[in-house]
Nanobody, 122 residues
Framework: VQLQASGGGLAQAGDSLRLSCVVSGSTFTFYGMGWFRQAQGKEREFVASCIVNGGLTYYADSVKGRFTVSRDNAKSTVYLQMNSLRAEDTAVYYC????????????????WGNGTLVTVSS
């Protein structure tokens, strides 16, 4: 199973970016799909996730109201729309999939994508 993330880059505070992550090599529809991030010198942290039908979504408090997670099961893709970006959103963003849970915990994630760097200048 491979996860390929894209969409990161350089942005200014207040800008928007959209991350995408395509899952390949699996016929299984993962229950949870989502995003984590890791800033330099810090631990990886949960950002957002959604379950298989997209009906339930979860967000870290720091991104609520600014970020939106979604998924397209037909395309095996999970997205992260990031609006009103802040300097503190600067990090490497990792997509993640979870066979049995909602992809909110590092401990239950089954596969990780490559990281995509988001840099927000103030």
């Amino acid at each position: 199973v491979q996860l390929q993330a894209s969409g990161g880059g350089l942005a200014q505070a207040g800008d928007s970016l959209r991350l995408s992550c395509v899952v390949s090599g699996s016929t299984f529809t993962f229950y949870g799909m989502g995003w984590f991030r890791q800033a330099q010198g810090k631990e990886r942290e949960f950002v957002a996730s959604c379950i298989v039908n997209g009906g339930l979504t979860y967000y870290a408090d720091s991104v609520k109201g600014r970020f939106t997670v979604s998924r397209d099961n037909a395309k095996s893709t999970v997205y992260l729309q990031m609006n009103s970006l802040r300097a503190e959103d600067t990090a490497v963003y990792y997509c993640a999939v979870d066979r049995n849970y909602d992809a909110r915990s590092i401990d239950t994630v089954n596969y990780w994508g490559n990281g995509t760097l988001v840099t927000v200048s103030s």
